[in-house]
């Protein structure tokens, strides 16, 4: 049987690479050439690396070597908040346009030391500050299933690039479902690990206390593979765990056998499309059949967690992002010649609507007189969140629900209305405001739209939540459709 | 509590935003309704609920340490002299 490359996972890409049927340098030739080609209609890309392919060559050395490491000659793509040592980082914003970045991220240098090629930069929304990619600088990024749809966001591009076939692997960012979101719009596995799992340096800051760097793969070995590479301690973070990365061994034909996945019913409530809503039931179904016991649980703030992120994401964003002042480096308004001035002027040159409004938002919920009321009584909220989760792994293994309360939404249509916008983090959110590893893979089809279903587990589990999401992916063959290729 | 025009207006003051008049118009209607939508928060009772960070990171201890890469930063500066960034008079 001739494999299909372009949709080949990365241990099919691995095999064929080690037999010799393909070169590392014919493959990321190739990812260069389909990903260019279709850039125009998909806006995956922000940019290419024309290096790769001498990066690649030395892989295919060490192929005919036999000094293989485990992604050896594999072509990849980093989501444009990730920095690459004097390459351009723009995070989707005009006030990064020329900056290039000081270090590597620790993500992105162990999947090089691992033998990955970086063959481009995808697009993202602003900051990744967004569900759908449109609130990048640089035009959004297309659907592949629908080119009228959005890809979700923020890491739309990453998605795309995976879901089209240009690279097996791309790496994103989730801060409230950004990697989740994306992929389930998308028909790929995206993944989430526990916050402290995966260094953040060099990713450019967004909400820190929620904030991880996660994969976008064709499986979930895939996502598992790159997740080992990825993830440990990192002292240029300090928030990341000084504790051991459990080896993830999934068998053929995963067992999940005495598996309890819980249901959350306020993840099924208002808002979830009906079409969503019966493929993640479909899904527990499929679980059941395997083996495991479903039951109904509950995580009764979960309705809250929006409201919540809403408010922890622009306090620190607002933070973090005034960094940006037209002084240090990105866009400066040199034609201002005061301080104030250059602050300000730089600032509204080099962002965004969207960036802005978080920024007022974030401004607006730390002010002396609304902390409380707004900052104080979230993280309150949060804490609250976390216990209930927590008390709600003691009698379940995974919680299933779906990824987004509906499938991609048309391109424009919520771009007047950030609210509407907002609420295609609903579902996604709550694992990052309780530290949780999750999971979206894909979960069936809604009037041809792909639909994802979200797994999550408890902190630090990622064992069991991808032994379990290789169990429903080993029984159903939603993750072997493609979108059309002729872009 | 309500948004009002003049609170956005002071708000991108304190933010160090420049608005211009339409970001200004549409965020004096947008802002509110965020806001009116974290409103819910207000009435969850949380007395019971420990305020510190659970977090599952654990922390170092704050201390300086070189990283070989003071340069590379101040070369990222608009304007730079020697080893300080320029910057424009206050007033």
Redesign the interface.
């Known amino acids: 049987m001739t494999m299909d490359l372009r949709f080949a996972t990365i241990s099919e890409l691995t095999a064929a690479l080690t037999a010799g049927t393909v070169s590392s340098v014919e493959l990321v030739e190739r990812s260069l050439h389909t990903a260019q080609a279709e850039n125009k209609s998909l806006g995956a890309f922000l940019s290419f690396r024309g290096q790769a392919v001498t990066e690649a060559a030395r892989s295919d050395e060490r192929i005919k070597e036999g000094t293989v490491r485990s992604l050896e000659g594999i072509p990849i793509a980093l989501k444009d908040n990730l920095d690459l040592v004097n390459e351009t980082t723009t995070a989707g914003s005009k006030i990064l346009e020329n900056y290039k970045a000081v270090v590597t991220a620790t993500a992105v240098k162990r999947l090089e030391d691992a033998g990955a090629i970086i063959i481009g930069k995808t697009n993202l929304d602003e900051f990744a500050m967004g569900g759908s990619t449109e609130n990048s600088a640089y035009g959004p990024s297309k659907n592949p299933w629908d080119l009228t749809k959005v890809p979700g966001g923020s890491s739309g591009g990453s998605a795309v690039a995976v879901a089209a076939g240009h690279v097996p692997v791309a790496l994103g960012s989730d801060t409230g479902g950004s990697v989740r979101q994306p992929a389930g719009f998308c028909n790929i596995v995206g993944f989430k690990p526990t916050y402290g799992r995966v260094s953040r340096n060099g990713l450019i800051a967004l909400a820190s206390s929620l904030d991880q760097i996660g994969p976008f793969t064709r499986s979930v070995r895939d996502a598992a593979k790159v997740y080992e590479v990825i993830a440990g301690h990192d002292s240029a973070d300090a928030t990341t765990a000084d504790r051991p990365v459990e080896p993830i061994t999934i068998p053929k034909g995963a067992e999940v056998k005495g598996l309890r996945v819980g249901l959350p019913k306020e993840f099924f409530g208002a808002g979830v499309e009906p079409g969503v809503r019966q493929a993640t039931e479909a899904a527990a179904k499929t679980f059941e059949r395997l083996g495991a016991t479903v039951v109904e649980t509950s995580i009764p703030h979960a309705p809250l967690g929006l409201a919540t992120y809403y408010v922890i994401l622009p306090a620190e964003a607002s933070s973090n992002l005034a960094r940006y002042d037209g002084i240090r480096y990105g866009l400066s308004a040199s034609d201002a010649k005061h301080l104030i001035e250059r602050y300000a002027t730089s600032r509204d040159r080099g962002f965004g609507p969207e960036v802005k409004r978080r920024i007022m938002i974030g401004t607006y919920v730390l002010s002396a007189g609304y902390a409380d009321a707004y900052y104080h009584q979230a993280v309150r909220v949060r804490n609250l969140l976390r216990e209930e989760f927590h008390r709600a792994f003691d009698t379940v293994d995974v919680l299933l629900t779906p990824t987004s309360p509906t499938p991609a939404f048309g391109l424009g249509a919520r771009t007047d209305d950030p609210l509407a916008m907002y609420m295609a983090d609903l579902l996604t959110v709550p694992a990052n405001l309780a530290d949780l590893p999750a999971l979206s893979l894909p979960g069936g089809f809604v009037d041809g739209l792909p639909v994802g279903i979200q797994l999550m587990a408890k902190r630090w589990d990622e064992p069991t939540l991808f032994r379990a999401a290789a169990a429903f992916e080993d029984a159903t063959d939603f993750h072997l459709q493609h979108p059309p290729t002729a872009h | ?1 309500t ?1 009002t025009p003049d ?2 207006h002071k ?2 003051t ?7 008049a339409e ?1 200004e118009a ?2 004096s209607s ?2 509110p ?3 009116g ?2 409103d ?3 009435d ?1 009772p ?1 007395t019971e ?12 201890p704050d201390g300086a340490r070189p990283a070989g ?1 003071e340069n ?2 101040l070369d ?4 730079r002299s020697d080893r300080f ?7």
């Open positions: 509590m948004v609170m956005i708000l991108a304190l933010a160090r935003l420049k608005l211009t970001e549409a965020f947008q802002v309704k965020i806001i939508y974290v819910q928060l207000k969850v949380v609920v420990p305020t510190l960070e659970t977090s599952a990171a654990t922390l170092r890469i590379d930063i990222r500066a608009p304007e960034w320029n910057v424009p008079p206050v007033q």
